[in-house]
């Protein structure tokens, strides 16, 4: 029987719902990780399990493992977190001198983050054996939001490495062609990446490469009165980040894209991806609009351009600053801008897949925002027809290329319309769903003296 308390559920009660939903999300977790370790051994690779597993004694790959200290952190002291950093750093200088003297370094020169990774397990069994009550909620909440960060790369990277083993054909030219609407941004854009090298690509490299360390900073503000409130907010900026990372790579199943420079170009290194390019055409010269078909690609380059979820990312760590001090302010705008243009101008992306990943960030991040108010009919209408949009241009990149290239005066003003209409709509819906400011009250008059 359920007992109740004035016509509410009991705290026990409630505790034992939460729990049970914790509980049978991790299940679902554990059986997806488990699911991609078995599918990546199939192809001769290692899942994220193992790489994770690896990770605690062998040199890391790059990742965010440190990023997630930080994340873990916000639920510590700020003695408990010079203990936590140092340790970690202690741990990594140990083990690097360790992997030196043995001959174990790894060939990418990266040797670090297995120290923060140990830090954060054994801050978990801290909170197992020697904590209680709300505190050890707290500290495992943290150690969760740490480790789901990094196993959120880890579980990027082996989905990308599926996508491009199992969609050996990719659509590149169906997106090429559509991208003639807009007038062929990528191939603008690294043109003038190209005539301003090197300063130009140092700066896009570094900023399109460090777009978790970015993430990072931003959730560490948000949550950085969790220590004192003993709580998390109720929406911040890993919520969205994790979501779009979760949704994002399920469409490259659908819609396998590698990028103009890879279509198109030598690849990412200038020299292996002319043996299975269209022609070497980017960034001078732009392809002629022809009927496009499916094309077969290699089996190591990720499927992963549509939608570009680098801008997904970006326009959330925008959306997510916007009320944050005006130096945060400015380097969420200095995130998205240089983010567009490192998509566009390293030949990664096409303009088409920005205009995707805009709607597809701001349905997700409204959806998530619609969870914390309460779905209502603003919010039901605004993930509606945001998701309508998001599959309109899908289905129109696939199936009717030919009529956005053949008609850009028309189909390019129109894509760029159904991208702004979906920012309107967020930001009408989102400022109607803010508390309305109090009214100051006005003094009483004062009796004149007699």
């Known amino acids: 029987m359920v007992s109740r308390i004035g016509g509410?559920?009991?705290?026990?009660v409630w505790r034992h719902?939460?729990?049970?939903?914790?509980?049978t999300a991790a299940v679902v977790a554990l059986g997806f990780l488990t699911a991609l370790e078995i599918a990546a051994r199939r192809y001769g690779e290692p899942g994220p399990l193992t790489t994770q597993a690896q990770a605690l004694v062998f040199a890391p790959k790059p990742g965010p493992l440190y990023g997630g200290l930080v994340l873990m952190m916000v639920v510590l002291t700020w003695r408990q977190r010079f203990l936590a950093a140092g340790a970690a750093l202690g741990l990594d200088a140990v083990l690097l001198l360790v992997r030196w003297a043995a001959g174990a370094e790894a060939p990418d020169g990266h040797s670090v983050g297995t120290g923060a990774l140990w830090v954060m397990l054994a801050t978990a069994v801290v909170a197992v054996t020697r904590r209680t009550g709300e505190e050890r909620v707290l500290l495992l909440k943290g150690v969760g939001l740490?480790?789901?960060?990094?196993?959120?790369r880890k579980t990027g990277d082996t989905w990308l490495f599926i996508t491009a083993k199992t969609r050996p054909a990719v659509l590149d030219q169906y997106v090429a062609t559509a991208d003639h609407?807009?007038?062929?941004?990528s191939w603008l854009a690294g043109r003038i990446v190209e005539a301003t090298h090197p300063v130009s690509t140092h700066v896009l490299q570094l900023v399109y490469a460090q777009l978790a360390v970015a993430a990072v900073v931003v959730a560490a503000y948000q949550l950085r009165h969790v220590t004192t409130e003993r709580r998390f907010p109720s929406h911040h900026l890993?919520?969205?980040f994790l979501l779009i990372g979760l949704l994002g790579p399920a469409v490259y199943m659908l819609f396998p894209v590698v990028g103009p420079v890879f279509a198109y170009g030598p690849g990412?290194?200038?020299?292996?991806?002319?043996?299975w390019a269209v022609a070497d055409l980017w960034p001078h010269t732009s392809p002629r609009i022809t009927a496009p078909h499916p094309m077969t690609y290699d089996g190591i380059t990720p499927r992963n351009c549509m939608p570009s979820l680098h801008t997904a990312w970006a326009v959330a760590i925008f959306v997510h600053t916007r009320r944050a001090p005006r130096p945060l302010r400015y380097a969420g705008t200095f995130?998205?801008?240089t983010t567009l243009a490192a998509t566009l101008g390293f030949g990664y992306h096409y303009g088409v897949d920005l205009i995707a990943g805009v709607v597809f960030a701001l349905t997700v991040e409204a959806a998530l925002r619609a969870t914390r108010h309460g779905w209502d009919r603003r919010g039901v209408r605004l993930v509606a027809y945001g998701s309508a949009v998001f599959v309109a241009l899908l289905l129109s990149y696939r199936y009717l290329?030919?009529?956005l290239a053949g008609y850009p005066e028309l189909s390019g003003p129109l894509l760029v319309l159904a991208m702004v209409s979906v920012v309107h709509g967020y930001l009408r819906t989102t400022r109607q769903w803010e508390p309305a400011p109090a009214p100051t009250p006005r003094p009483e008059p004062q009796p004149e003296p007699a």
């Open 146 to 152: 740490g480790l789901l960060l990094v196993a959120a």
């Open 268 to 275: 990412a290194s200038g020299t292996g991806g002319v043996e």
């Open 238 to 240: 890993v919520r969205t």
């Open 181 to 185: 609407a807009l007038g062929n941004p």
């Open 8 to 12: 509410t559920a009991s705290p026990v």
């Open 17 to 23: 719902g939460r729990a049970v939903l914790w509980g």
């Open 335 to 337: 995130w998205l801008v």
């Open 401 to 403: 290329p030919m009529q």
